[in-house]
């Protein structure tokens, strides 16, 4: 079996699993997304995918993304990329320029770039603020105390519009009660894109409440390591 095959054949199972998790919690399948985490992977492992139909991607860095997806979009322009990578304030225009949503705002200085290049392009990305709901020092993300004033300053300071919320559950830690407090701080802070739960976990996360779910290797499979 080819590795095309491979992956279509993990994709339909992967989109049989969110159809049924989703009636499982009584949810319509309609109101989950899969992001095809497609992070290291070339664009002719993404033609197969786009022919079966997967129309929305997930990428973890701009120039990487840059370099893949524009001559893809003129085949297909339907395609929708979401930036779920740290970003760069740098990287500001070229991620307005290059992503539908950006998933990783999480900080003043990205909220100030990401107005001030949506200003300059008439641009308008989806943005959802990353939550740290671990508070894990090394990873990105406002800690959860500091969300609604995150957002606040967001909205109020930058006029940036905030639909929703992400975050990545600590590795060793049982991922229910991560996703469950991004749905309340969603909820009090009125967004409705909830993006949580990857390749081992977003069965649960659509049981509570994601709008979105990233799924790389239970797709694409081993990652080849990106070029230094």
Known sequence: ????????????????????????????????????????FGADDMLPLIGAGQRVFGENRVQEAKTKWPALREQTPDLVLHLIGPLQS?????????????????????????AAEIARLGKTPRLLVQVNTGAEPQKAGVLPQDADAFIAMCRQS???????????PPADEQASPHFGLLAQIAKRNGVSDLSMGMSHDFELGIQLGATHVRVGSAIFGVRPKPDI
């Open 90 to 114: 740098n990287k500001a225009r070229e991620a307005v320029e290059t992503f539908d949503i950006i998933e990783t705002v999480d900080r003043p200085k990205i909220a100030e770039a990401l």
């Open 158 to 168: 930058y006029g940036l519009t905030v639909s929703g919320l992400m975050c990545i």
């Open 1 to 40: 079996m080819s590795i095309a095959e491979t992956s279509l054949d993990r994709l339909h199972g992967i989109q049989h699993r969110i159809v049924q998790a989703a009636r499982d919690a009584d949810r319509d399948p309609s109101t989950v997304t899969l992001v095809a985490v497609s992070k290291t």
